[in-house]
């Protein structure tokens, strides 16, 4: 009697939402997000130093490196920035989804991110712009980290992965846009105003991410006072939280818990480190992030190196835009055939896994291939098909990081993900291929030992297949009491939601 009471005082979802609404809206947000990675690395916003011929005739430099008169290690060293506080923020935010509404969590990352991103083009230093770009990273974490969970919840349940292949397909199309975008903002006005156009789209969605009412995560249950609901009278929503808080059930007294502030984030601690041994212990999660680390470990190469060993094997005098021209049509094509293909197949941990371990396999063997013929037709031929088969490993990876664990750890476990294959694959991996081709002088031999690693992963991902593994995504968790559970059955998908 009481749950049912409960039960139907619960709000319902807000007014604003629709699936295809939030999915459209997080799609925009990926797309600035990587719009202004390729900006940063464009030549119209990067730019390049000022240099002197012997004979003393000097060439006006442009861009950041122009401006602030940077080397190439401190050009570096911004990327670098961006990257530490992604890396370091992230965990930061999947710990902190357990306790405040992730939906506000997105919003206040998206508010660092504009104010950084507007900082970079007011920087007036070497430090000022490093700073501002580490702040952009730890921005960019809190979406990175909650966002594909958001939409794993409100895919129709056979599209799932086709949702998901259609959201990281904006990581080719973003980077892709914005070397065309600093490139023309650079040319006609001027390199600081591109992170301000960027700080200006991204505003409204910061700003939104505080003024409407907030979605409610599936494994969380939170109220206005920020803490995880553990009994009955928590899981109220917001709409509801004051009845709630001063009715009969009430159990403890937030003045109580403000005296404990110490103790609570040592508690946050303690659950964070709990989280983690369940993810290490987790034989599904740990194979998918190790056939993850090799993939990347080559795409992370393959993009840094590429052009420059196109270059030197095919004598490519374009070499930039062919190898960048590949990448954006296999990248896009690939990332939404892969979804599609194991919502096909029956969305299944273990489809995922043949899915992954088969179209790595043979885009490894169609890659590798390429890289043996001399004719620069065969290699542009081969390799455009090995890397459409690579890249429709990008729905199916994140499938299995989002379904193995309980629907509470799902931010912590792309946290996670998204750290280690950038500590141990795409970081790496460039210094030691330069190390590689230092000692053997031949970038097409250096290309084909990259290439074999792709068959590192593919085994990796071979190996989950035969592990027991159980989709999580509907296990009630210790976030979420019975009544929660009851009110997430309400369909997410219905176009037609009431007003609150």
Same mark, same amino acid.
């Given at each position: 009697?009481?749950?049912?009471?409960?039960?139907?005082?619960?709000?319902?979802?807000?007014?604003?939402?629709?699936?295809?609404?939030?999915?459209?809206?997080?799609?925009?947000?990926?797309?600035?997000?990587?719009?202004?990675?390729?900006?940063?690395?464009?030549?119209?916003?990067?730019?390049?130093?000022?240099?002197?011929?012997?004979? *003393?005739?000097?060439?006006?430099?442009? *861009?950041?490196?122009?401006?602030?008169?940077?080397?190439?290690?401190?050009?570096?060293?911004?990327?670098?920035?961006?990257?530490?506080?992604?890396?370091?923020?992230?965990?930061?935010?999947?710990?902190?989804?357990?306790?405040?509404?992730?939906?506000?969590?997105?919003?206040?990352?998206?508010?660092?991110?504009?104010?950084?991103?507007?900082?970079?083009?007011?920087?007036?230093?070497?430090?000022?712009?490093?700073?501002?770009?580490?702040?952009?990273?730890?921005?960019?974490?809190?979406?990175?980290?909650?966002?594909?969970?958001?939409? @794993? @919840?409100?895919?129709?349940?056979?599209?799932?992965?086709?949702?998901?292949?259609?959201?990281?397909?904006?990581?080719?199309?973003?980077?892709?846009?914005?070397?065309?975008?600093?490139?023309?903002? *650079?040319?006609?006005?001027?390199?600081?105003?591109?992170?301000?156009?960027?700080?200006?789209?991204?505003?409204?969605?910061?700003?939104?991410?505080?003024?409407?009412?907030?979605?409610?995560?599936?494994?969380?249950?939170?109220?206005?006072?920020?803490?995880?609901?553990?009994?009955?009278?928590?899981?109220?929503?917001?709409?509801?939280?004051?009845?709630?808080?001063?009715?009969?059930?009430?159990?403890?007294?937030?003045?109580? @818990? @403000?005296?404990?502030?110490?103790?609570?984030?040592?508690?946050?601690?303690?659950?964070?480190?709990?989280?983690?041994?369940?993810?290490?212990?987790?034989?599904?999660?740990?194979?998918?992030?190790?056939?993850?680390?090799?993939?990347?470990?080559?795409?992370?190469?393959?993009?840094?190196?590429?052009?420059?060993?196109?270059?030197?094997?095919?004598?490519?005098?374009?070499?930039?835009?062919?190898?960048?021209?590949?990448?954006?049509?296999?990248?896009?094509?690939?990332?939404?055939?892969?979804?599609?293909?194991?919502?096909?197949?029956?969305?299944?941990?273990?489809?995922?896994?043949?899915?992954?371990?088969?179209?790595?396999?043979? *885009?490894?063997?169609?890659?590798?291939?390429?890289?043996?013929?001399?004719?620069?037709?065969?290699?542009?031929?081969?390799?455009?098909?090995?890397?459409?088969?690579?890249?429709?490993?990008?729905?199916?990876?994140?499938?299995?990081?989002?379904?193995?664990?309980?629907?509470?750890?799902?931010?912590?476990?792309?946290?996670?993900?998204?750290?280690?294959?950038?500590?141990?694959?795409?970081?790496?991996?460039?210094?030691?291929?330069?190390?590689?081709?230092?000692?053997?002088?031949?970038?097409?031999?250096?290309?084909?030992?990259?290439?074999?690693?792709?068959?590192?992963?593919?085994?990796?991902?071979?190996?989950?297949?035969?592990?027991?593994?159980?989709?999580?995504?509907?296990?009630?968790?210790?976030?979420?009491?019975?009544?929660?559970?009851?009110?997430?059955?309400?369909?997410?998908?219905?176009?037609?939601?009431?007003?609150?």
């Amino acid at each position: 009697m009481i749950r049912d009471s409960i039960s139907s005082t619960l709000a319902p979802q807000p007014s604003w939402f629709t699936a295809k609404r939030l999915l459209a809206i997080f799609c925009i947000i990926n797309l600035l997000n990587y719009v202004d990675r390729g900006a940063i690395a464009s030549n119209g916003v990067n730019g390049k130093r000022s240099e002197c011929t012997k004979s *003393g005739t000097c060439s006006s430099g442009s *861009g950041i490196q122009g401006d602030f008169d940077l080397n190439n290690f401190q050009d570096g060293v911004i990327s670098s920035a961006f990257m530490v506080g992604l890396l370091l923020a992230s965990p930061i935010f999947a710990s902190l989804a357990k306790s405040v509404n992730p939906f506000r969590l997105i919003g206040i990352g998206l508010t660092v991110w504009t104010f950084a991103t507007a900082g970079c083009g007011l920087s007036i230093n070497f430090w000022s712009i490093t700073i501002c770009r580490m702040m952009v990273g730890v921005g960019e974490a809190s979406f990175i980290s909650l966002a594909a969970p958001f939409i @794993d @919840d409100s895919a129709p349940v056979d599209q799932k992965t086709a949702w998901l292949g259609i959201f990281y397909m904006c990581i080719p199309t973003g980077i892709a846009v914005g070397y065309v975008y600093g490139g023309l903002v *650079g040319s006609l006005l001027n390199w600081r105003w591109a992170f301000g156009i960027e700080a200006l789209l991204m505003l409204p969605f910061a700003i939104l991410g505080f003024l409407i009412k907030p979605l409610q995560l599936k494994g969380f249950s939170h109220t206005g006072s920020k803490r995880p609901s553990t009994s009955v009278q928590t899981s109220c929503t917001e709409a509801v939280a004051s009845p709630c808080q001063d009715g009969p059930f009430q159990t403890r007294n937030d003045s109580m @818990d @403000d005296s404990k502030s110490a103790p609570g984030i040592l508690n946050q601690f303690t659950r964070f480190w709990m989280d983690m041994k369940v993810l290490l212990l987790d034989k599904v999660y740990v194979v998918n992030i190790l056939g993850y680390i090799a993939y990347n470990f080559v795409i992370g190469a393959y993009s840094y190196w590429g052009p420059k060993a196109g270059y030197y094997i095919y004598h490519m005098n374009n070499a930039d835009l062919m190898f960048g021209g590949i990448t954006i049509i296999c990248g896009i094509f690939g990332t939404l055939a892969g979804g599609f293909i194991l919502d096909r197949m029956t969305n299944t941990i273990s489809n995922a896994f043949k899915l992954l371990s088969v179209a790595t396999f043979f *885009g490894a063997i169609f890659c590798f291939a390429a890289f043996c013929f001399k004719s620069l037709y065969a290699f542009i031929a081969l390799f455009a098909i090995g890397e459409l088969l690579v890249f429709a490993t990008q729905a199916p990876v994140n499938y299995v990081c989002l379904h193995c664990v309980k629907p509470s750890m799902r931010p912590l476990s792309m946290a996670m993900s998204t750290v280690s294959i950038h500590i141990f694959g795409d970081v790496p991996s460039s210094p030691l291929v330069g190390v590689l081709q230092d000692h053997i002088n031949n970038w097409r031999v250096t290309a084909l030992i990259l290439t074999s690693v792709l068959f590192l992963a593919s085994g990796i991902w071979f190996i989950g297949i035969f592990l027991h593994s159980v989709d999580r995504f509907n296990e009630e968790n210790e976030l979420q009491v019975s009544v929660t559970d009851r009110s997430n059955t309400i369909p997410l998908l219905g176009e037609t939601t009431q007003s609150l």
